[in-house]
Structure formats: structure tokens, C-alpha cells
């Protein structure tokens, strides 16, 4: 099967969601046949979108607005927008720095249910860790990819899904080069004990966003099993 795959750079997050959300519902539509398929589309299972973010925080359908700890004047002054977003989880942060992926899939194309589509997305993130030596891990309860789970526990990649019909949108936060200082101002994914990191810190290296982008373009692909196509 074929995924559209298109990196869109820099794009305000409101940008991005009406976006995944218009691909989305095509897909939706498409399925369950209130929209006929173009030929060309036939063999197209869905589309996968790579981008950076300005500062924004972004909160789930069951997360609690306690956990932003800061107030809306001190986020005007610092230029961080806030949504209340359809996604699973709780409040994380989006920032330059930091790859965002939005897979936008049907499911049912690869065999896959939503549990093992998320252990799937872990999986690609772990083993894009591993090629610059980090030792990436899942934690029990808690969704993402984390490191030293069970000592110092730590997360470098959030990760938030929303399906209907077994499509799914929103995706994952990998923290590359991003400024963890704004994970200060609120509880991520819900947790008061655990911390942020970036693959940045993790090396003391900058990270090479285009690497890390082929590197984990060609994980999910092997992974869940499609061809992309641009």
C-alpha cells in the first residue's frame, strides 16, 4: 500500500489540524462510500505528514486544564497558543525543534489495531534512538517513548491518536532540538514526576532534523508496511 507523505515545515498548529482534519474526513467519507474513490487514490492508504510548530500547548479530550501552569497573560508575553483538541492524552507541548508526525491512516489497510498501531509508532521512534545510541523505552500505563523508565524517567516522544472507524489522526512529538524549558510550564501528559528530554541533550549534539526525518520516515514505513510516495 501507498502513503502520501509530505513534509511541511514550519506551520501554525491550527494550520496543520484543519488540515489533517479535511484528509481525514476524506478518508472517512471514502470508506464508508458517501465519496467516491479516484482512480488515482485507489491504492493510496492514507497520508503522512511531518512539521514543526511555533510555541503552542495542546490538550486532549481527557486531560485536565490543571496541568497548564501558566497563565493565558504569560502565554500571550511568550507567544505560546493554546487548543483543547480530539486527540487522546493529556496536555504536551509542540515547538521548533521538535518533529511532528500526523499519520492519517486506515488502519484496516494494514492490519492493524489501534493498540498495535500505537506500540508501532514507539517502536519506529525507539529504533530511530538506537542509531544515535540512545536507549529508548516504553513505561507501563503511559504511552510514548521514555528513558531510564524505572530510575529517571524521562520522556522524548509523546504520543496522542485519534481514530473513528479505524482511521486515525494527530500522531507523535519527538523532541529533536527542542527548548525544554517550556515543558516548566505545565504537567506533561498529566505527570508530575516524570521529565522531558530531547535527542539534543540526550548527545549534546544538535540533531540533524532531515536525518532523523529519513531515519524514522523509513521505520514507520518497514513497520506498519507501506510505500511513500510524495
Known amino acids: 500500500m501507498k502513503v502520501r507523505y509530505e513534509d511541511l515545515g514550519l506551520i501554525s498548529f ?13 478518508i472517512i467519507r471514502q470508506k ?3 465519496e467516491s474513490v479516484p482512480e488515482e487514490r485507489k491504492a493510496l492508504a492514507g497520508h503522512l ?5 511555533p510555541h503552542v500547548y495542546t490538550l486532549g479530550k481527557s486531560g485536565a486544564e490543571r496541568n497548564l501552569l501558566i497563565t493565558e497573560e504569560m502565554m500571550q508575553k511568550k507567544r505560546i497558543s493554546f487548543f483543547r483538541i480530539n486527540r487522546g492524552g493529556d496536555i504536551t507541548y ?3 525543534g521538535q518533529l511532528v508526525g500526523y499519520p492519517i491512516l486506515d488502519l484496516d489497510a494494514f492490519h ?9 509508532l514507539e517502536e519506529a521512534v525507539i529504533r530511530t534512538l538506537d542509531f544515535y545510541g540512545v536507549n529508548g523505552e516504553r513505561l507501563e ?7 531510564d523508565p524505572h530510575t529517571f524517567p524521562r520522556k522524548i516522544c509523546a504520543i496522542g491518536v485519534r481514530a473513528s472507524r479505524n482511521v486515525t489522526m494527530h500522531g507523535f512529538a519527538f523532541n529533536i532540538n527542542t527548548d525544554l524549558s517550556f515543558f516548566q510550564f505545565i504537567n506533561p501528559c498529566g505527570f508530575t514526576n516524570k521529565g522531558s528530554t530531547s535527542l539534543q541533550k540526550e548527545t549534546d549534539i544538535p540533531g540533524d532534523m532531515i536525518q532523523v526525518k529519513k531515519l524514522l520516515l ?3 514505513a518497514e513497520l506498519i508496511g507501506f510505500v511513500p510516495v510524495e
Open 32 to 34: 464508508t462510500g458517501m
Open 94 to 96: 509542540h515547538g521548533p
Open 218 to 220: 523509513a521505520h514507520l
Open 14 to 26: 491550527r494550520e496543520a489540524w484543519d488540515y489533517q482534519e479535511k484528509l481525514f474526513q476524506q
Open 141 to 147: 500505563g503511559a504511552t510514548g517513548v521514555w528513558l
Open 112 to 120: 492493524l489495531t489501534i493498540r498495535r498501531y500505537i506500540h508501532v
Open 49 to 53: 505528514l511531518f512539521c514543526e510548530h
